[in-house]
Nanobody, 116 residues
Framework: QVQLVESGGGLVQPGGSLTLSCAAS????????MNWYRQAPGKERELVAA???????NYADSVKGRFTISRDNAKDTMYLQMNSLKPDDTAVYYC??????????WGQGTQVTVSS
């Protein structure tokens, strides 16, 4: 059974930092392309950052220079380091694992709230 479990969300003040984690089980983590998505109230889910199986990454323009995606294949875990957080970053953040032949999986999400 595939499980993606996000953690690390919470309430943070503007300008603060959080690190999200996504722990995977039931998949060969190292061969999956991994993504962080987010969905704010009343908005569509959007791709925030992605990292390939070999570690190349890309980011939404709105988070470039502030967020860093990484993965530890030995721990089957992906991370999202978020700095200089803004109220517009408030959303539920979702972990996503993709492989062309092996499927597309989602975590349950973790809430990030940026507010003073």
């Amino acid at each position: 059974q595939v499980q993606l479990v996000e953690s690390g969300g919470g309430l943070v003040q503007p300008g603060g930092s959080l690190t999200l984690s996504c722990a995977a089980s039931g998949i060969i983590f190292g061969i999956f392309h991994m993504n962080w998505y987010r969905q704010a109230p009343g908005k569509e889910r959007e791709l925030v950052a992605a990292i390939s199986s070999v570690g190349s990454s890309n980011y939404a323009d709105s988070v470039k220079g502030r967020f860093t995606i990484s993965r530890d294949n030995a721990k089957d875990t992906m991370y999202l380091q978020m700095n200089s957080l803004k109220p517009d970053d408030t959303a539920v953040y979702y972990c996503n694992a993709q492989h062309l032949n092996l499927g597309d999986y989602w975590g349950q999400g973790t809430q990030v709230t940026v507010s003073s």
